[in-house]
């Protein structure tokens, strides 16, 4: 079946401008993330959805970043105002249950370039 | 908070060597252990898992155990192969909490050889 998929591939904006990042999950998975991967560095958590509402906003860096979910499916992450440390792999998962044992499937990820 | 600490690479190996990858974690209470893998030009992929202390996680002829006493999860396989060749990342999830995010090392690049 079809796995997470991430839009656009690549990104590359101008200082200052606002930009969205889509994720479509796995058909049927409640839980998703999103992480953000700078250049030889893990992932770092973001955000989680449970179902249509954030249930852990706390890696959300501050207020320019914000992500949503509105049918419980697709989620758009928004990056206001961007800065050159914005420049990362963004990547989302997903997973048929939040519990910490539920194997969380990531998509190939949005690489933004912030100019 | 939660932490894992890797062994940095780059760690290059001659084909049918023995590997190791290094993964210590900082967590209170029992976490979950997973090793993510990231082959050149792909997506993470879930390499194996273990979700109790002295469980085996194995996969692809690579295992780990979790070792609640050292809290350790090394990385082992016995006969490397060229498409062996990847970053690994070593990774905990949190039960305790509301979301079981995923804590990730900085990875680990495997070069293989001939």
């Known amino acids: 079946g079809a796995g997470v998929s991430q839009t656009p591939s690549n990104k590359v904006t101008e200082k200052g401008k606002y930009v969205e990042l889509r994720c479509d999950p796995i058909s049927g998975h409640t839980a998703l993330y999103w992480y953000r991967q700078s250049l030889g560095q893990g992932p770092e958590f973001l955000i989680y959805f449970q179902g249509t509402g954030a249930a852990d906003d706390s890696g959300l860096p501050n207020d320019r970043f914000f992500a949503v979910r509105p049918e419980g499916s697709v989620s758009t992450l928004k990056i206001q105002r961007t800065e050159r440390g914005d420049s990362a792999v963004y990547l989302c998962?997903?997973?048929?249950?939040?519990?910490?044992?539920?194997?969380?499937?990531f998509g190939p990820g949005t690489r933004l370039t912030v100019t | 908070g939660n932490s894992v600490t890797q062994m940095e690479g780059p760690v290059t190996l001659s084909e049918e060597a023995f590997l190791t990858i290094n993964c210590t974690y900082t967590a209170t209470g029992y976490p979950s252990l997973f090793w993510y893998v990231q082959y050149p030009g792909e997506g993470l992929q879930l390499l194996l898992k273990a979700t109790k202390a002295d469980d085996k996680g194995s996969n692809k002829g690579f295992e780990a155990t979790y070792r609640k006493e050292t809290t350790s999860f090394h990385l082992e396989k016995g006969s490397v192969q060229v498409s062996d060749s990847a970053v690994y990342f070593c990774a905990l999830s949190d039960p305790r909490g509301t979301a079981s995010k995923l804590t990730f090392g900085t990875g680990t690049r495997l070069q293989v050889t001939l």
């Open positions: 998962a997903s997973s048929l249950q939040p519990q910490a044992r539920s194997e969380q499937y």
